[in-house]
C-alpha cells in the first residue's frame, strides 16, 4: 500500500454531514408558548418529585440500616415508577 491510497483511505469528508444536520434537528416555535394543557411549573409535578425523594430516602435510610426487603422494594417502586412519572408529568 502506497502512502497516498493509505491518505486516502483515512480521508474523512467533512463535507457530506453538513447537508443532514439541520433536517434531523427538532424543530423549536418558542413564539408558540407552553404546550396546550400543561404548565412547565405545575403543582402536581413538584408533588410527584416530593413524593419520589422522599420514598428514595426512605429506601437509602434503611438500606444503611442493614434492610434486606423494604429497601430495595422502595429504590425500585422510587427510580422505575416514580421518578419516570415525575419526568412525564
Do not use: H, N
Not at 491510497?5 to 407552553?34: E, H
Not at 410527584?48 to 426512605?58: N, R
Request: glycine residues 8%; positive net charge.
Amino acid at each position: 500500500m502506497s502512502y497516498q491510497s493509505a491518505v486516502r483511505s483515512l480521508w474523512v469528508d467533512r463535507d457530506f454531514i453538513a447537508p443532514y444536520t439541520t433536517s434531523l434537528m427538532a424543530k423549536t416555535d418558542l413564539a408558540s408558548g407552553p404546550r396546550s394543557g400543561r404548565e412547565s411549573g405545575s403543582r402536581r409535578s413538584w408533588v410527584y418529585w416530593t413524593v419520589a425523594t422522599i420514598v428514595l430516602l426512605a429506601g437509602f435510610a434503611d438500606l444503611a440500616r442493614g434492610g434486606e426487603t423494604l429497601a430495595p422494594i422502595l429504590l425500585v417502586i422510587g427510580y422505575c415508577v416514580l421518578v419516570p412519572l415525575a419526568i412525564l408529568r
